[in-house]
């Protein structure tokens, strides 16, 4: 079982940088796909970033690639969202999930177990 929070969430202005974290409870963070997710008001949720169990391997959306990087450090049992040029279209609740297996890729939501509560992030123009 994973027991997951979400932290660094803020207003920030278009073109700042913020980086959110993860941190996770359990012993058996290392093995999980981490994913992030977003929604916004009166939006699906959707797939910004993904980190294999390793770090080896990272996937992202096509809105965020370039800007976002997502890391993970298995001794801390979190896992970051360094979010850079921000847009105003990138106003939403962040999310984190944990995967113990995914079907392909790392962008479906249906595969990850457990979620975390979210954190808003606002950006203004």
């Known amino acids: 079982q994973v027991q997951l929070v979400e932290s660094g969430g803020d207003l920030v202005q278009a073109g700042d940088s913020l980086r959110l974290s993860c941190a996770a409870s359990?012993?058996?963070?290392?093995?999980?796909?981490m994913g992030w997710f977003r929604q916004a008001p009166g939006k699906e949720r959707e797939f910004v970033a993904g980190?294999?169990?390793?770090?080896?391997?990272?996937y992202y959306a096509d809105s965020v690639k370039g800007r976002f990087t997502v890391s993970r450090d298995n001794a801390k049992n979190t896992v970051y969202l360094q979010m850079n040029s921000l847009k105003p279209e990138d106003t939403a609740v962040y999310y984190c999930?944990?995967?113990?297996?995914?079907?392909?890729?790392?962008?479906?939501?249906?595969?990850?177990?457990?979620w975390g509560q979210g954190t808003q992030v606002t950006v203004s123009s």
């Open positions: 980190i294999s169990w390793s770090g080896a391997s990272t």
């Open positions: 359990g012993r058996s963070f290392s093995t999980y796909v």
């Open positions: 999930a944990a995967a113990a297996t995914v079907s392909s890729g790392m962008s479906n939501k249906d595969d990850y177990d457990h």
